[in-house]
């Protein structure tokens, strides 16, 4: 998917939040993702050295069909992604920015996130085929730093920071003011093993979070 498309997608989603369930098993899988879905979220996030996490994600993207988008994260290798896409998975995310694996991923007509945190970073995964950037990790890039991304920047090129993102509406704000288009969340929003009823607590503050920013 190109920035284009990816961006003109992304801007329509009301709740432009990736959920990074980092530690999840096929046990949970289909529960997790029902949670979600009804919380408001349309991008889940299953971390590749999270337990069977292929499984994870076939079961997934069976429950969701066509309501969210599910795919993998920390996916470091070309063939990691062709198993993530067998598993019917459409996102791919990375922590960094590995050209053979963002170009894998356009060549299977996958989201491609990859990770980056300098401009050399950023447009070397643009020119790879990049959907858009997840800026991580968010605990070292402030939103001064993201504002400076901007100024280089192709406006159509999405920024999600991803780490250390709270359900918290004012820090959300001081990154959308600097650029940002939404957000990854991970361990403040899902922990392995963490009862599901707290995850739609989680869930379901950060959307309340999400709503007072607009």
């Known amino acids: 998917m190109t920035p284009d498309l990816f961006l003109e997608h992304w801007r329509k989603e009301p709740l432009p939040l990736i959920a990074i369930l980092r530690g999840i098993t096929p046990q949970e899988a289909t529960a ?18 999270s337990p069977s996490a292929l499984e994870s994600i076939r079961l997934m ?10 795919g993998a994260g920390t996916v470091l290798t070309v063939g990691q992604v062709d198993d993530v896409a067998a ?10 920015a590995n ?13 491609s996130l990859p990770g980056v945190m300098t401009p050399t970073e950023a447009f070397a995964a643009l ?36 780490g250390g993102i709270r359900p918290d509406a004012d820090q959300m704000q001081r ?12 361990g403040a929003l899902y922990q392995a093993g963490m009862p599901l009823d707290e995850l739609a607590n989680r869930a379901n503050a ?9």
């Open 32 to 49: 997790a993702a029902e949670i979600l879905i009804e919380a408001g979220f349309r991008w889940l996030e299953v971390p590749m050295n």
């Open 61 to 70: 993207c069976e429950f969701a069909g066509d309501n969210a988008k599910i």
């Open 87 to 96: 598993a019917g998975g459409q996102l791919i995310v990375s922590p960094n």
């Open 99 to 111: 050209t053979a694996v963002i170009q894998r991923a356009c060549q299977r007509n996958l989201v």
């Open 127 to 162: 020119h790879a085929g990049a959907s858009a950037l997840k800026l991580f990790p968010a605990e070292q890039l402030s939103p001064e730093l993201l504002k400076a991304f901007r100024a280089v920047l192709p406006r159509n090129v999405a920024c999600l920071p991803v």
């Open 175 to 186: 990154y959308m003011r600097a650029g940002a288009n939404g957000f990854g969340l991970g």
């Open 206 to 214: 950060y959307r309340q979070s999400w709503n007072q920013v607009q």
